[in-house]
């Protein structure tokens, strides 16, 4: 058993938290929300992020974005000051690589050892632990913490150094972005074409337009039942955390000289999606925008 700090019990920290306890870990938790506090199941709670890193084996941290983590990595009274050499972090957060790299030499600066460990999943694979984990970092602390991840999630890929992690993550749900949209168009099009939305899933499910997107997160109802498109689109990841993925992506193409025209686009399709009032949406509720749109037939 492993004593555990655990930084952001959000809709994602807070089921991922309560997976660690349920895998007969000691885990002291920390979030300034009140009602995060409440909500993460057999969780310590303490008052101090401080406190949740002293004396922990390892100290996990889910957060917003990359300033937060830096800012929660190094202040005076922040976790790594707070936390004995040898002690893991490993930093689940979504963010842009330059600061998962910081982190990581913030944490190598006072004998630390590291792993930038983004998700794929959301709050459904957070909360069955069926998540999927890109990590970065050393052998030495992938080692150490491929163990923690395994309680929390389904599939663990250690990615490479530090910050390829994030650099996975964030290639990964451009992917996924673009696919979406994709998939929306295409049903959008079937719709006013008078094709039927089962038959068009039941060839292209298995066609060469067979895609996540579409097989297990279709964005019209009917097709899959546990898609967010058959409960109201009720997120399992928000419309405005796939902008901020978005983002991030564009951010790292302009940095490298990536030419991303379909990204690019698809960010653009989001931000305005998002700035529309639809923010706290699935992802997949980009269909309606898409459909809306498009003329009467």
């Known amino acids: 058993m492993a004593r555990i700090g655990f930084i952001g019990l959000g809709n994602m920290g807070g089921p991922m938290a309560a997976n660690l306890v349920r895998a007969g870990h000691a885990v ?26 002293r004396d922990a084996d390892a100290v996990i941290t889910m957060l917003p974005s990359g300033p937060i983590v830096r800012a929660v990595y190094e202040a005076a009274d922040g976790i790594l000051p707070a936390a004995r050499a040898g002690t893991l972090f490993i930093d689940c957060s979504t963010i842009d690589v330059d600061s998962a790299r910081a982190a990581h030499a913030m944490a190598a600066g006072r004998g630390m050892l590291s792993l930038d460990a983004p998700v794929s999943g959301g709050v459904g694979g957070a909360s069955a632990g069926t998540l999927t984990f890109m990590a970065g970092g050393s052998a030495e602390a992938f080692e150490r913490g491929e163990p923690l991840l395994a309680a929390m999630g389904r599939r663990i890929v250690h990615c490479g150094g530090a910050g390829a992690g994030q650099a996975a993550k964030i290639c990964n749900n451009m992917i996924l972005g673009i696919s979406m949209i994709a998939v929306s168009e295409a049903f959008a099009l079937a719709d006013r074409l008078g094709l039927d939305r089962q038959k068009l899933f039941d060839v292209a499910s298995t066609a ?9 997160y279709c964005p019209v109802p009917g097709p899959v039942p546990a898609s967010p498109a058959n409960h109201e689109y009720r997120p399992g990841f ?11 992506a564009m951010e790292a193409a302009a940095a490298t000289g990536t030419e991303t025209a379909l990204g690019r686009h698809a960010r653009d399709i989001y931000a305005a999606f998002a700035e529309s009032g639809h ?8 269909f309606r925008a898409i459909s809306a749109a498009s003329k009467p037939a």
Not at 39 to 46: E, M
Not at 238 to 248: Q, R
Not at 279 to 286: L, P, Q, Y
């Open 28 to 53: 002291l938790g920390f979030d300034t929300v009140p009602a995060a506090r409440e909500a993460a199941a057999g969780v310590t709670i303490v008052e101090l992020a401080a406190e949740a890193a």
């Open 238 to 248: 928000a419309a405005a955390l796939m902008l901020k993925d978005l983002g991030l």
């Open 279 to 286: 923010g706290g949406e699935d992802f997949s509720a980009i």
């Open 208 to 216: 060469s337009g067979q895609c996540w997107s579409l097989t297990s």
